[in-house]
């Protein structure tokens, strides 16, 4: 079986700043893959990141980036510069693989941009 | 391209009717998911299908089944709807879906149980 965990159900940060969300997550494969996932309210679930477990380089796309440790198994999410448009619910998730052609995902994080 | 379409965005139905929801991938993709999203289990891994076929089925009664079209679109179903059964249904789409697919989602149909 396959867990994803985000312990922070909610988080807010400064427009500009920069915030880290956090995922851990479990799995018995050693072949697998993670992303990030976001939500803003009431619209479409977007892919903001993804990172194969079997490259120790991490994934970044402009503003955000991963810290990825697999020792760890443990996938955070960094958001520099936020602008309030980052406003959403995010989704951590980790597809396996395998025959699993499934999506396991974390419950979410809630992020806040304040002006 | 287009991006996965849901029919239709919004549906109120009572306690005990059936519902059919339908999904279009993105042109040239051939695997879709749906899921089921709640407030309190978030997001939950409903099937997959991969050229007309079942590949894997979630933690749901056999209530709920679906099916995959010869032209990828995708239609699941819930019969004997329930109150919980009230939830946004997402569909999403990959080319194949293996662990080096990324699945891109619709924008879900918001089922309403009365």
């Known amino acids: 079986a396959q867990t994803v965990t985000q312990s922070q159900p909610e988080m807010s940060v400064q427009e500009a700043e920069t915030v880290t969300l956090s995922c851990t997550y479990d799995t018995s494969e050693s072949d697998y893959y993670l992303f990030w996932y976001k939500q803003p309210p009431s619209r479409q679930m977007i892919l903001v990141i993804r990172q194969e477990a079997y490259k120790q380089q991490n994934a970044t796309e402009n503003r955000f980036s991963v810290n990825f440790q697999k020792a760890a198994k443990s996938f955070s999410l960094k958001i520099s510069d936020s602008q309030l448009g980052d406003a959403a619910m995010y989704f951590c998730a980790l597809n396996s693989g395998g025959s699993n052609y499934k999506l396991t995902f974390g419950k979410g994080t809630l992020l806040t941009v304040n002006p | 391209k287009a991006g996965v379409t849901q029919t239709p965005r919004y549906l109120i139905k009572t306690r005990g009717q059936q519902v059919t929801l339908s999904c279009s991938p993105i042109s040239g993709h051939r695997s879709v998911s749906w899921y089921q999203q709640t407030p309190g289990q978030g997001l939950q891994f409903l099937f997959e299908y991969f050229s007309e076929t079942q590949r894997n089925k979630g933690n749901f009664p056999g209530r709920f089944s679906g099916r995959q079209f010869s032209n990828s679109r995708s239609e699941m179903n819930v019969s004997t709807l329930e109150l919980g059964d009230s939830a946004l249904y997402l569909c999403?789409?990959?080319?194949?879906?293996?662990?080096?697919?990324?699945?891109?989602f619709g924008p879900g149909t918001r089922l309403t149980v009365l």
């Open positions: 999403a789409s990959s080319p194949e879906l293996t662990g080096t697919d990324t699945q891109y």
